[in-house]
């Protein structure tokens, strides 16, 4: 019996020095692209005919473009500009999801339904062409891009707080706090809102890596930001025009770095789920 629980033991212990390995690592490559990527100026990336589509070499390990612009830092400064954009986004659809859910939590049935409802609507409808239409409609660049994402990726937000809510509003002690005579609102704000706060955390971070891969898509497409934004969307469009003469180097770099980010981000919402909740792990 000793022997299994000290094995019980080590494997808790295992899986928790593994899990902070991760965030640590995750948090390190994100860190990385986010401060190097603010501090690359437009010097750095200024326009230089003379060596322009070079392969990767010593000087310029990703080559450089038809510019003559660095693509290793044309890649992190666009991760930077479509990582923030991401995150920005993000944040707006919580403040949404959170409006939403506070109605859930301190309304009837009937709000419910509403809320259930409108959620369904806007989840019923093509999420490319919501986002484009959004986007062009309110001028393209980087603040249509932002609306257009904030407003289309609150409903899966919503979806997993009003599910966490309405597990909750079924526990004893909540029922307990309204036998007490304690108001919806209080009861929302002291006891719904604490309980709550893991799955907001690790919801933003998995939204994020949704958001900035629909960026770079309808910026591929034309409908996102110009080229006076630099992002991925924007250098893999206009690699496109010079992969078929060869110039792989254009494609392959940043495509690799996007895949990296977009895992770094799943990796650090998933990993920070089982520190948070360890009990997760074992659902």
């Avoid at 078929?244 to 494609?251: E, F, R, T």
Wanted: glycine letters at 8%.
């Amino acid at each position: 019996m000793e022997l299994v629980n000290n094995t019980k033991k080590n494997d808790r212990f295992s899986l928790r020095s593994k899990t902070i390995i991760i965030l640590i690592i995750t948090s390190l490559i994100l860190g990385y692209i986010m401060i190097y990527g603010s501090m690359i100026s437009d010097d750095s990336l200024a326009i230089d005919f003379s060596n322009k589509l070079n392969l990767p070499s010593k000087n310029h390990i990703f080559g450089t473009d038809s510019k003559g612009k660095d693509m290793y830092l044309r890649t992190i400064k666009g991760l930077y500009n479509s990582i923030s954009i991401g995150t920005i986004s993000a944040f707006i659809s919580l403040l949404i999801a959170l409006v939403f859910s506070l109605l859930v939590s301190i309304g009837n049935e009937r709000i419910d339904r509403f809320v259930v409802r409108i959620t369904d609507v806007f989840m019923s409808i093509p999420h490319m062409m919501f986002l484009i239409l959004i986007s062009v409609a309110l001028g393209r660049g980087r603040q249509g891009v932002i609306a257009g994402l904030a407003i289309t990726h609150w409903p899966s937000l919503t979806r997993i707080i009003r599910g966490e809510i309405l597990q909750i509003k079924n526990e004893n002690y909540i029922k307990i706090s309204k036998a007490m005579g304690k108001s919806n609102l209080y009861i929302a704000i002291n006891h719904i809102l604490p309980n709550l706060i893991p799955q907001i955390i690790v919801g933003v971070i998995l939204l994020i890596p949704h958001a900035i891969l629909h960026e770079s898509s309808i910026t591929f497409l034309g409908f996102g930001l110009d080229i006076s934004n630099p992002s991925i969307g924007v250098i893999l469009q206009e690699s496109m025009k010079y992969l078929i003469q060869g110039y792989w180097h254009l494609v392959l770099f940043p495509g690799i770095i996007l895949v990296i980010v977009i895992m770094c981000f799943n990796s650090l919402g998933d990993n920070l789920k089982k520190f948070i909740d360890p009990f997760a792990y074992h659902r």
